[in-house]
T-cell receptor, first 114, second 115 residues
Framework: AQKVTQAQTEISVVEKEDVTLDCVYE???????LFWYKQPPSGELVFLIR??????QNEISGRYSWNFQKSTSSFNFTITASQVVDSAVYFC???????????FGEGTQLTVNP | DAGVTQSPTHLIKTRGQQVTLRCSPK?????VSWYQQALGQGPQFIFQ???????QRGNFPDRFSGHQFPNYSSELNVNALLLGDSALYLC??????????????FGEGSRLTVL
């Protein structure tokens, strides 16, 4: 069975602060995919990144960066110079099968205050 | 280019009733998945439809059933509603094997309240 743990239920920061959202996953499969999604109040999940288990290279996209470490089964997400528009619930997810079956964590509510 | 559209956006039912939720996938997508998201929790996979057949199923009882039409749109049916079925139901579409070929595109969901 797969499991995704997001230990931080809520995080509150002041605008321009850097913030890191933690994600720890469990799977016995050697091939898997990790994702981050953003869920604004409107409800839809917005895709941010997908990473496969064979690619541990960290990635940066604008103010967003991701740190994938297989040794600690972690896939953490950092927002640099946070903005009020970053306020949302962020989900980490795992897939081990072909197809769209994702196992989500419980999510982290990020609030960025002006 | 229309994204994933779901209807209705909100609905209220009473225990024991039946409900049908609808989803139109993003243009060009042929695979539809449904997720249930209880308040304050992460989405949970219900099932996936591809080529009008259920391909994968999560840990949900048979009260949850679905259908995919030739135009790739999909319905989620829930019978004998329970209070615990109250949740946001999310539809996601993809082209073929979503996790391998690209990300899932989600709709804004249907908020079901069971009284």
């Amino acid at each position: 069975a797969q499991k995704v743990t997001q230990a931080q239920t809520e995080i509150s920061v002041v605008e321009k602060e850097d913030v890191t959202l933690d994600c720890v996953y469990e799977t016995r499969d050697t091939t898997y995919y990790l994702f981050w999604y953003k869920q604004p109040p409107s409800g839809e999940l917005v895709f941010l990144i997908r990473r496969n288990s064979f690619d541990e290279q960290n990635e940066i996209s604008g103010r967003y960066s991701w740190n994938f470490q297989k040794s600690t089964s972690s896939f953490n997400f950092t927002i640099t110079a946070s903005q009020v528009v970053d306020s949302a619930v962020y989900f980490c997810a795992l897939s081990v099968t072909s197809g769209s079956r994702l196992t989500f964590g419980e999510g982290t509510q990020l609030t960025v205050n002006p | 280019d229309a994204g994933v559209t779901q209807s209705p956006t909100h609905l209220i039912k009473t225990r024991g009733q039946q409900v049908t939720l609808r989803c139109s996938p993003k243009s060009g997508h042929d695979t539809v998945s449904w997720y249930q998201q209880a308040l304050g929790q992460g989405p949970q996979f219900i099932f996936q439809y591809y080529e009008e057949e259920e391909r994968q199923r999560g840990n949900f009882p048979d009260r949850f059933s679905g259908h995919q039409f030739p135009n790739y749109s999909s319905e989620l049916n829930v019978n004998a509603l329970l209070l615990g079925d109250s949740a946001l139901y999310l539809c996601a579409s993809s082209l073929g094997q979503g996790a391998l070929t690209g990300e899932l595109f989600f709709g804004e969901g249907s908020r079901l309240t069971v009284l």
